[in-house]
């Protein structure tokens, strides 16, 4: 098989030509400021006024509570920083959990260093946010809970349901950072009691340096970005007119064929791991088997390293992941996987797999083959897996 199979959906995901198309006229055509006054920014700004519509009625929310941003850790780092900032007055003490993407874990360690507390919740073995700890970790203090709606690693879902409806009675606000879940998974606002919501247009087939904040009015929430009058006074800086247009259209998109295109995801991706753990042994799956995205496979496999593995599988036109992007250059294993419970050799040997409705059955069966090839390959040179096969043949 000579062409590239990309199974790294979660990391970035290709821009639609639909996309493209409507990103172009703001470039060359209709290039005004959206800020200016004279009538030639007119068409930008029509374009940034129609754009927060459509995305605000993806999530049942008003166009006024959508605030663009260039993309999910923005969102995520404004939410928490100013949010904490504004209800200072009430308390300084923030609940999360620990298999939260790093713009959120880095930015709660950021506001520790300024005096607040932040509690960091624990997860079960399939990476779920335990609802009896989140309760008991409220206090009179506590200004703000942020548990993120999916995994980024491990694709769970997480309870956000039950957990806007604690936040909502104890008078608490509800962030999740959606990045990867808004256009995979159907997200309504008011249903969940989220008060804040992050995410990032290039997880969903849209550009790269666009997201948006939703946050709920009523909400008392800081300036994040200085300097200008956009984005109602709250975040300054020219809007990036193409990359918003090109977000609305994704969402759009994205919104129209969901059932339909995450259907056939979860179908690859349940004909994939069972492949997978039919073919490989010492082999399992990472995260929730029923509450999971419908295209995030993770596999751990047992004596051997992860990025050898996807070294392997680079060199045989695979492209995959031991996890998050943001740490791909890190040594250390997965703080999403040490948080399940897997003990650090296991975690080592993880490997994650998101598709698109673009893959095929075809490249299903190519990828397990090779998956299987060069995991008994590694495991040839492994001292660990010859000593625990000399150990358990006698």
Not at 226 to 239: I, V, Y
Not at 299 to 314: M, V, W
Not at 316 to 340: Q, Y
């Amino acid at each position: 098989m000579e062409k590239m199979i990309y199974l790294d959906n979660a990391a970035t995901t290709k821009t639609r030509p639909e996309v493209v198309e409507a990103m172009l006229p703001y470039f060359t055509e209709y290039y005004g400021n959206p800020s200016s006054v004279y009538t030639f920014s007119s068409k930008s700004k029509e374009a940034v006024t129609k754009a927060r519509e459509t995305i605000a009625s993806s999530i049942g929310a008003k166009s006024n509570e959508i605030y663009f941003t260039a993309g999910g850790s923005e969102a995520d780092n404004w939410a928490l920083i100013a949010a904490a900032e504004a209800y200072a007055d009430k308390g300084k003490h923030i609940i999360t959990s620990k298999i939260e993407h790093h713009a959120i874990l880095h930015t709660c360690q950021y506001l520790e260093k300024k005096g607040y507390e932040v509690t960091y919740l624990d997860v079960d073995e399939n990476g779920v946010v335990k609802l009896d700890e989140l309760k008991k970790a409220i206090r009179p203090d506590t200004i703000l809970i942020s548990i993120m709606f999916a995994n980024n690693e491990i694709g769970t879902i997480e309870p956000v349901k039950e957990i806007g409806a604690i936040a909502r009675e104890h008078g608490i606000l509800f962030h999740t950072d959606a990045v990867q879940a808004y256009g995979h998974v159907p997200i309504q606002v008011d249903e969940y009691n989220i008060d804040m919501m992050s995410t990032s247009g290039h997880k969903l087939n849209g550009p790269k340096g666009i997201g948006f904040l939703y946050i709920r009015k009523g909400v008392k929430i800081r300036s994040f970005i200085h300097g200008g009058a956009q984005e109602r006074k709250r975040r300054a800086g020219t809007e990036n007119v193409p990359g918003i247009a090109g977000y609305a259209k994704a969402v759009e998109l994205a919104m129209a064929d969901m059932k339909e295109r995450t259907e056939k995801e979860r179908e690859l991706r349940d004909y994939l791991m069972e492949k997978v753990l039919k073919e490989v042994p010492f082999t399992r799956i990472n995260g929730s088997r029923t509450d999971r995205l419908p295209n995030n496979i993770n596999f751990a496999f047992q004596f051997i390293e992860g990025e050898s593995l996807l070294i392997k599988l680079d060199m045989a036109g695979i492209c995959g992941s031991s996890g998050s992007a943001c740490t791909s250059g890190s040594l250390d294993p997965s703080h999403v996987l040490l948080a399940i419970g897997l003990p650090h050799e296991i975690a080592h040997g993880s490997l994650r797999l998101t598709l698109s409705e673009e893959n095929t059955k075809e490249e299903m069966d190519f990828t397990a083959e090779k998956i299987r090839e060069i995991v008994e390959y590694l495991r040839g040179l492994s001292p660990l897996y010859e000593d625990y096969m000399r150990k358990h043949s006698r």
